[in-house]
């Protein structure tokens, strides 16, 4: 049965976004409040008292940056990590290399948990998965014992050598130290990342342990809080796949919230290019306190395994690719020792928040500087529900003109520039350093802060073309009721061209299908479920794989012939060269399970045709000095019409800044396309 009322939720650092669809009226209805940093279901509580009927709810998706801050902060559990004898310097050791050759005061990055806290276990596995020790299933026990007698363990990460090959040393040690300490939170790398290279297994699995204990105690206390207002059975929490899970599967499995909350306005922007056929999309999503960039590419976000918390310490669970830097509406400004301006990236948040929320923040912000510059109205700020003190705004950034031997307007207006320029960073670095041509994109603007600075971006970064979507200020939050549940599963299984054995392929693989499938229904989804399978293969010697679908469900001849011949193909188009009759490794195989829900209908705005009619007017900082611009309310655009610049469009949760001599049309869904 199709769920009739859906509400995404967002919690972000500095707003907590909502966006509500009824089915039954086809209705989407959106705002936001500030967020709890202390207790963030605070904040989530008081947007659902502004839901008439919570009971009649039928499912709410939350994404949340509980996994991801306690990461960045470090305030996860005390772990425990237990390995095969000889390897538990793995974790310290870590790859071998240095993030710079040249600087002498590079400390290298720590692990999660601390020396003393490694223990080695007899019992070993080949390479080949031949078993070359037994077990010793005593140790394990004595293991248990010191645990116990230390008292101030946590958490438990195993992960012993070949265990991707053979799992039985792992989940033996797993069921000991279950029994023996009934209740540890304990973490095996079979069940987190069943993948080769030891470091990067041992790195997630400690990960994962790291955030078991309070992920589950924060998902405990959210449901408890759920349950008092009779929907804590309706809660599904977005992974960093862009997958929803129920809270029980999040806290068995917390190193998949890694970065939760991004991901929403990743896959609203994947929904947006079905809809409109723009199959080339970079993502710019500014909120308060961030700023979140990334690509659909023909149609289809890009996920990876390749992230890291900090410098060398990777985690290496599938999630949609997203490059996040410390710039968002509540980025300070502050003057270095050389006497330069600099934005960032220290945030106000949402306490005490920029000097205009009047909640005895002090320092000047971005947000500000948009006050001052008369981009943001301080009387219609989130529609007229929040006002901001435009005085206090003025005295921040005269502050910091005052340093600088500016006019405020002039300071302000610098203030803009260089946070735009910090955000131009994330865009290259999504793009450019992707091999991606800016000009075949469009740029979307998300967040309370993006559609303010999307004409800036698009006029530095060289893209022709951008989009205001719906719902800009709760984009993540919108994309989060566009979702589906999802479960990733990925192997390591290698064999090589000459010597294939496509049995053992198919069983693999068939092994992953029915563990994610089954994973889904223990999670309590009975809908259909669609399967993808790929294969991470590469040239017999080299170090990294290209990935190629597999749409078969067995490697036989036929399949298998395709596949090699498909992999020279990608190479030639990928390098640039392929090595016809070369030797072909197969890595990992991958299953992508995903339980289809039905999608929220969007509406055809009312043909129109002509300009709009202006709201207002007021005076508005362009780099040529100050203009007359008039104002717009988004809510009355109909299909069709057109704008030219300069102009501000403004909505309940955003406003959008047209540049002078750019043009805007709005299209069938009510979306705002801007061009140079």
């Avoid at 089915?23 to 008439?52: C, D, F, H, Y």
């Avoid at 190193?255 to 993502?283: C, D, F, H, W, Y």
């Avoid at 078969?552 to 399949?559: G, Q």
Wanted: charge should be negative.
């Amino acid at each position: 049965m199709p769920d009739n009322k859906i509400i995404g939720i967002d919690i972000g650092g500095t707003f907590t976004d909502f966006v509500s669809y009824d089915a039954a009226t086809g209705t989407i209805e959106n705002w936001k409040n500030l967020t709890t940093p202390s207790e963030p279901i605070e904040g989530v509580l008081q947007g659902l008292r502004q839901v008439e009927d919570v009971a009649g709810v039928d499912k709410i998706r939350l994404g949340t940056t509980i996994a991801t801050n306690a990461l960045l902060t470090r305030r996860g559990a005390k772990v425990a990590y237990v390995t095969t004898t000889g390897f538990r310097d793995v974790p310290f050791i870590q790859r071998g290399d240095r993030r710079s050759h040249y600087d002498i005061t590079w400390i290298k990055t720590k692990p999660l948990m601390k020396r003393a806290d490694t223990y080695e276990i007899g019992g070993r596995f080949s390479a080949k998965g031949d078993l070359v020790t037994a077990l010793d299933e005593e140790a394990v026990r004595t293991l248990a014992a010191t645990i116990k007698a230390d008292g101030t363990i946590e958490a438990i990460a195993v992960c012993t050598l070949f265990s991707y090959i053979d799992p039985s040393h792992e989940q033996r040690i797993r069921d000991i130290l279950a029994e023996e300490l009934p209740g540890m939170p304990i973490s095996i790398s079979y069940d987190v990342l069943p993948k080769w290279k030891e470091y990067d297994r041992a790195s997630t699995t400690i990960a994962d342990a790291y955030l078991k204990p309070i992920v589950s105690d924060n998902f405990h206390r959210m449901q408890k809080r759920l349950d008092a207002i009779g929907i804590g059975d309706k809660i599904g929490v977005i992974k960093s796949n862009g997958g929803e899970s129920t809270l029980k599967g999040a806290a068995e499995a917390p190193v998949q919230m890694t970065l939760s909350g991004p991901t929403g306005a990743v896959v609203a922007t994947r929904v947006l290019s079905e809809l409109t056929g723009i199959k080339n999309l970079v993502t710019f999503d500014m909120g308060g306190t961030s700023t979140d960039c990334s690509t659909v590419v023909d149609g289809v976000e890009h996920v990876t395994t390749n992230f890291e918390i900090e410098w060398g310490l990777p985690i290496q669970i599938p999630m949609i690719d997203i490059h996040t830097i410390g710039a968002g509406g509540g980025s300070i400004a502050w003057i270095d020792k050389g006497g330069m301006l600099r934005m960032g990236p220290q945030s106000a948040g949402a306490a005490p928040g920029p000097a205009s929320y009047g909640r005895g923040g002090e320092n000047a912000t971005v947000t500000d500087a948009n006050v001052v510059l008369g981009r943001i109205n301080p009387d219609y700020f989130l529609g007229g529900k929040m006002k901001l003190d435009s005085e206090a705004a003025h005295r921040a950034v005269k502050r910091i003109a005052d340093q600088l031997g500016l006019e405020v307007d002039a300071a302000a207006f610098a203030m803009v520039q260089i946070a735009n320029n910090n955000m131009l960073g994330a865009l290259r670095a999504v793009l450019l350093q992707r091999g991606l041509d800016p000009r075949d994109f469009s740029l979307v603007a998300s967040g309370g802060a993006g559609p303010v600075h999307i004409c800036d971006l698009m006029d530095i970064s060289g893209i022709p073309q951008g989009i205001v979507p719906n719902y800009p200020g709760q984009f993540s939050a919108f994309g989060f009721i566009m979702t589906d549940a999802r479960v990733d599963r990925h192997r390591t299984v290698q064999q090589i061209s000459k010597y294939f054995d496509g049995a053992r392929a198919t069983a693999a693989m068939t092994e992953l299908v029915d563990g994610a499938i089954a994973e889904l229904v223990s999670q309590g989804y009975q809908q259909k479920v669609e399967i993808y399978r790929s294969i991470e293969a590469r040239y017999f010697g080299q170090n990294h794989e290209l990935e190629l679908s597999f749409p078969a469900n067995e490697f036989t001849e036929e399949t298998v012939a395709d596949l090699w011949e498909r992999f020279h193909e990608e190479h030639q188009n990928r390098f640039g060269f392929a090595i016809p009759g070369e030797t072909i490794e197969t890595v990992n195989l991958k299953v992508v399970a995903v339980a289809v829900s039905e999608k929220p209908k969007m509406r055809e705005l009312e043909k129109g045709e002509g300009t709009p009619a202006a709201s207002g007017s007021r005076k508005v900082r362009f780099e040529d000095g100050w203009h007359d611009v008039k104002t717009y309310d988004r809510g009355t655009f109909k299909q069709g019409q057109t704008l030219s610049g300069p102009a501000i469009i403004e909505e309940n949760a955003s406003v959008t800044i047209l540049q002078p001599k750019q043009t805007l049309r709005v299209d069938r869904l009510g979306n705002l396309i801007i061009s140079a």
